[in-house]
């Protein structure tokens, strides 16, 4: 008997996966990281792993507060010239100081025509050093959102980029490869030790962070694990100690696991739909002449036959929230008052339809994406039967993203699918500027289908340099409200962050759907 | 086709032979039942809007908590699973069926032709051949998927997906066969008394049919019973990268897909029907070539 | 044989033409690298500008002739997801695929062969009629669907295997291998099983058939009447002969498990060609998808040409009719 139980050890000890020591932390998620040069991608998965090694100027606090990083102070000396004090004796991850010029050659770096992610930082104009350890940010033009801006600004080490031939990003279009891509030297509380892409990327605890470490992590393991069954099995079976997401419907499973437990929480990303406000007639029914959606009982028809309690019980699990309007309550501008949905009601909705000139219905399109938001394809094929019992013949399109979201640009789509966040900056200007202010050059870029009011079109402009917060927010939430009582988008629901853990891992899930490694703990 | 060419004698051998008669009658029943989907079915699941969500996820109607309505219990959209299994092989055998037939019908002849030419003929139309292999069906649909998409409007674009996936399989399969029936006519129509029928001045095309073809029909045969199960399965890894049936008309392999992605939240019902009804098929669909293709062997009898 | 080889490179060369125009032509089709790239909430004018940048807003056939002027310099350009040069990332992740294409294939060679000759020998056994079915179920199962239950089976139930990823592999060169270390060899199992089944069983049924076939011809009857050894028979004089259509089908089928490795690595994490290709569909990431399809296609064009030199070896028949 003896003999057996050491043969079962044995076995256990050979299959079973590696034992790690208590304070490495394995994390599975989704996706890989696409770089690891901070100003050449524009995803924000990207952005919140590449933050465990960089740092920006300012950061998010656990309640996503502003808080002094690398710089301790900042002042605005002018209209258009904020001033930032740096922080003193930080060291980057090779051993080179902390100073004014890496923050001059980041900004520039950053504000090159070449790099991916220079609309992160569209306000700046120039950066000057003052002295070693002060800089002045040039503006374009006075700029509320500034602190926003520059909490996704990693600064990079001048030294290195230089000693690197790394100081202008890489390019796709001339097929300019930086060293920066496959190295990085950063600031931040994690150390790049070595990566495989889509296999594994190791971070070390930077012994000499500048901050107090609050995390007792001395390795993370991240793994991309794209498919979810796979990504929940290698929770199940102890290869990892996190996964993010976790699929909704697995929850039950996972939760019955021993050791595992499952973490949701609202996120601030709302779902919606966009409608046809501008063509003639619909694109899933050319020849007709007409477009039902112009007319407001329509779309309030097409909001009111939708049953989101349903929807959000059956679909999400009961994780989602409702939503009313186009963003979430954490974000800046949101009013509780206005976050009302019209009830579910199809008798009037099919009643609104009749009014509208529609009793036997209409054809239209409804596009979705399959592959990017929460059980995407399942809530559009729930709206799309609903719909069909008020009356309205759906054609349903289900895509990845890759199809998808070209073809809602081209402004080809009736009713389409789409999930806004308002990152980086968490402000409800965000879908003001982009969604639903009238397209023409900055303005509208999410605004394919022709909505327009002049009145948001008004706030959009004056609120890009509206300094009085209070005042820019009285702005913005008049135009969200707008926006929501005209029908501009039929808002769903903030679809929930859905994560996985061991029982031994501590996690904070920020509602920005953020990793910060550096608040997390292994017992 | 066949039965109204078989001659008596495979008729009785047909009789006589147990695995034959099982693995057809259980064929024709799930043929039969798939195509006669509106009558055979109690529900209409590709009909948008007569399903309710607050029907989903219903165990099937033999469990604790299963509703009498729906036998084989309900998917995540309140749909009867019995009658989508039915809906989604009628999708799925039309795709098989269209795309074994045409690779096949195309494959062999163009295989015959280039074995007994040889010379530029064979060459052209094996690197023909080997263009298309070098594209994989995978990527050939995303291709035409894609094609389709920029050139069918919109309305047609859902109704066109079966056609797609058709083409998109057939397209690279039929080179299987070109190849496999070139080999074998390469080998035969250097044989002795293959010559000799030249010299004398056999037409060609009698020759094939009478010589070359026999001794092909075996090896298509294999492929063909093989392929139908494979066009339904690359039917379903298609749905699995995205480019399959849309999901108001799953087939068998789409359906499978979806419930595949509940393995782990205890509705299994959701993929353990599909795939039995998916299992079941191919294996009577192969049960009943392999016979045949034993039964056609002329060595064997 | 020589002027043999020779033609069949020069129709090599023209295929490999061939398969660059299409492939070109098929990433017009899958997405719009545009919206893939820019922010979320950038505004029609960045998105403009990115589309001038990267050359999209030109017709077709300039964009063709600047592909192929790079082409022609051995440059197969940058990633539009994670801007790297797209020949580092195909070297980086050669090795994973081809090594799971190699045990796919050694394993359904080494278990389809003697499967095929048993069921074909013993032809109305119960023995060969159990194999035959469970290797029919076997296959009707998507491959999608194998792989997850493998993974549930011998990762979540009983912690045997792992679910995912390639375990720690060992650098030689530029060759990352997996065959060196014990995680390797464990890592490989479920995705090159996944990946084999359905080649395991093809092997299987034909070489039944021509097993079958050989078995009932005068040779193998005379050889059976001299009382020669039935090993022998089966496999020195008949399986000998009935190798040829599986010379054929597996030199084919590896281009087909090379690209089928895109399920089976999606499903395992599995760092290949597949799981790249995968991403940049998604992405419309044009220089891997297309760097991918000519390797790809290449590929195939070799494996093609040296099954038909193979063919030449095997079967002597062939040789009076090619010299």
């Not at chain 1, 982009?434 to 706030?459: H, K, L, T, V």
């Not at chain 3, 390639?166 to 030689?172: A, K, L, M, N």
């Amino acid at each position: 008997m003896g003999r057996t139980l050491m043969m079962t050890a044995a076995a256990v000890a050979l299959f079973s996966a590696s034992a790690a020591d208590a304070e490495t932390l394995r994390w599975a998620n989704d996706g890989d990281i696409l770089t690891l040069d901070p100003y050449a991608h524009t995803e924000s998965f990207t952005s919140s792993f590449l933050h465990h090694i960089y740092e920006p100027l300012v950061r998010r606090d656990e309640n996503l507060e502003f808080e002094p990083a690398l710089a301790v102070s900042w002042e605005l000396v002018e209209p258009t010239r904020a001033r930032f004090n740096l922080r003193e004796g930080v060291t980057f991850h090779n051993g080179n100081p902390f100073t004014a010029d890496d923050v001059v050659a980041s900004v520039e770096r950053l504000i090159h025509p070449d790099a991916r992610a220079r609309g992160n930082l569209s306000a700046v104009k120039a950066a000057e050093k003052v002295d070693d350890l002060t800089v002045d940010l040039v503006l374009n033009a006075p700029t509320p959102l500034l602190l926003n801006d520059l909490s996704g600004v990693f600064i990079m080490d001048a030294e290195w980029m230089e000693a690197n031939d790394a100081l202008t990003p890489g390019n796709t279009t001339t097929g300019t490869v930086t060293y920066a891509s496959d190295h990085t030297n950063g600031t931040g509380p994690f150390v790049l030790e070595s990566r495989t892409p889509d296999a594994k990327t190791v971070l070390l605890a930077n012994e000499g962070w500048w901050d107090t470490p609050k995390h007792n992590i001395t390795t993370i393991e991240f793994t991309p694990i794209g498919s979810d069954a796979t990504r929940v099995a290698a929770l199940l079976s102890g290869e990892v100690d996190v996964i993010t997401p976790a699929p909704l419907q697995d929850t039950a499973r996972l939760e019955a696991a021993d050791g595992v437990v499952a973490l949701q929480n609202p996120s601030l990303r709302t779902i919606m739909l966009g409608l046809n406000h501008g063509d003639d007639e619909l694109d899933a029914a050319p020849g007709t002449g007409f477009n039902p959606t112009k007319d407001i009982r329509v779309r309030e028809a097409l909001w009111r036959a939708i049953d989101m309690d349903a929807i959000v019980e059956k679909v999400m699990r009961g994780k989602a929230r409702v939503a009313g309007l186009m963003i979430a309550p954490p974000i800046a501008g949101y009013v509780a008052e206005d976050d009302v949905k019209p009830q579910y009601d199809p008798e009037m909705a099919a009643a609104l339809l009749a009014e509208a000139g529609y009793p036997d219905g209409f054809t239209m399109g409804l596009d979705c994406t399959n592959d990017r938001y929460v059980n995407d394809e399942e809530i559009c094929l729930a709206i799309a039967s609903m719909w069909q019992q008020i009356g309205v013949d759906v054609k349903l399109t289900t895509q990845t993203k890759g199809n998808h979201f070209p073809k809602v640009d081209r402004g080809e789509t009736d009713a389409y699918m789409i999930g806004w966040a308002t990152l980086p900056a968490m402000d409800g200007y965000s879908p003001v500027r982009a969604m639903i202010a009238s397209r023409d050059g900055e303005f509208g870029g999410n605004n394919p289908n022709g909505y327009s009011n002049e009145r948001i079109d008004e706030i959009a402009r004056l609120a890009a340099s509206e300094t009085d917060n209070e005042k820019r927010l009285a702005m913005i939430s008049e135009a969200i409200k707008i926006a929501k009582d005209e029908i501009a988008f039929i808002p769903l629901h903030q679809q929930p962050l859905s994560w996985a853990a061991r029982d031994n891992v501590e996690l904070i899930q920020f509602p920005d759907n953020y990793f910060r490694a550096w608040h997390y703990k292994v017992n | 086709m066949i039965a109204a060419a078989a001659p008596p004698a495979l008729w009785r051998a047909f009789f006589r032979s147990p695995k034959a008669m099982v693995s057809a009658a259980g064929a024709l029943l799930l043929i039969g039942a798939a195509f006669l989907a509106p009558i055979t079915a109690p529900h209409e699941p590709f009909t948008l809007g007569t399903f309710n969500l607050m029907d989903s996820e219903l165990p099937p109607a033999f469990m604790a908590g299963g509703d009498p309505r729906f036998l084989l219990g309900t998917d995540m959209q309140g749909r009867d699973v019995f009658s989508a299994i039915l809906y989604g092989m009628r999708i799925s055998l039309t795709v098989g069926f269209l795309a074994v037939t045409i690779s096949a019908a195309v494959g062999t002849l163009i295989g015959l032709v280039a074995g007994y030419r040889g010379g530029l003929l064979d060459a052209v139309l094996m690197r023909l051949a080997d263009v298309i292999l070098s594209f994989p069906t995978i990527l050939i649909a995303l291709l035409i998927a894609g094609i389709a998409r920029a050139a069918l409007p919109q309305a047609a674009a859902g109704e066109a997906a079966i056609a797609v996936l058709v083409f998109a399989i057939a397209i690279n399969e039929w080179t299987q066969y070109a190849r496999t029936v070139r080999g074998q006519t390469m080998v035969e129509a250097r044989l002795d008394y293959v010559k000799a029928a030249r010299v004398t001045g056999v037409a060609d095309g009698t020759i094939l049919r009478r010589h070359v073809l026999p001794n092909v029909v075996s090896p298509v045969i294999v492929i063909a019973t093989i392929n139908l199960a494979l066009a339904i399965l690359a039917e379903a890894t298609l749905s699995f990268l995205g480019v399959g049936m849309p999901p108001t008309s799953p087939s068998l392999g789409t359906l499978i897909r979806i419930g595949n992605e509940n393995l782990f939240s205890g509705v299994w019902w959701v993929v353990v029907f599909p795939a039995a009804a998916l299992v079941l098929l191919v294996l009577c669909v192969n049960l009943f070539g392999d016979w045949l293709r034993d039964a056609l062997n002329p060595r064997l009898n | 044989m020589i002027p043999f080889i020779a033609r069949r490179l020069a129709q090599a060369a023209v295929v490999v033409l061939a398969i660059a125009i299409l492939s070109f032509v098929m990433f017009r089709y899958v997405g719009d690298p545009v919206a893939a790239m820019s922010r979320e909430d950038a505004s029609v004018s960045e998105r403009e500008e990115l589309r001038t940048a990267l050359g999209l807003d030109q017709p077709v056939v300039v964009q063709f002739w600047h592909f192929l002027g790079r082409l022609a310099d051995g440059d197969f350009g940058v990633s539009y997801r994670t801007q790297r040069p797209v020949a580092d990332m195909i070297a980086e992740r050669l090795p994973a695929t081809l090594e799971l294409v190699l045990m796919a294939t050694v394993l359904s060679l080494a278990v389809g062969i003697p499967l095929g000759v048993l069921t074909a020998v013993h032809r109305t056994g119960w023995m060969a009629t159990f194999v035959q079915s469970v290797s029919l179920v076997g296959i009707s199962v998507p491959t999608f669907v194998t792989g997850i239950m493998l993974i549930l089976l011998f990762s979540v139930t009983l912690r045997w295997l792992p679910s995912f990823g390639r375990g720690e592999t060992v650098d030689i060169g530029f060759w990352s291998t997996g065959f060196l270390t014990v995680s390797g060899w464990r890592a490989l199992i479920l995705p090159s099983l996944t990946l084999a089944l359905y080649q395991m069983t093809l092997i299987m049924r034909l070489v039944r058939a021509e097993m079958i076939d050989i078995l009932s011809t005068d040779y193998v009857r005379f050889a059976q009447a001299r009382g020669l050894p039935a090993g022998f028979i089966h496999y020195r004089l008949a399986l000998k002969n009935a190798l040829m259509p599986v010379i054929t089908i597996t030199g084919m089928q590896i281009g087909g498990l090379i690209a089928f490795a895109v399920v089976t690595e999606t499903v395992f994490q599995w760092p290949g060609l597949g799981l790249l290709f995968i991403q940049a569909v998604s992405f419309a990431d044009v220089p891997v998808m297309a760097a991918y399809l000519l390797f790809v296609g290449l590929l195939f064009v070799a494996l093609n040409a040296i099954v038909d030199i193979v063919y030449l070896i095997v079967d002597p028949r062939l040789r009076s009719g090619q010299s």
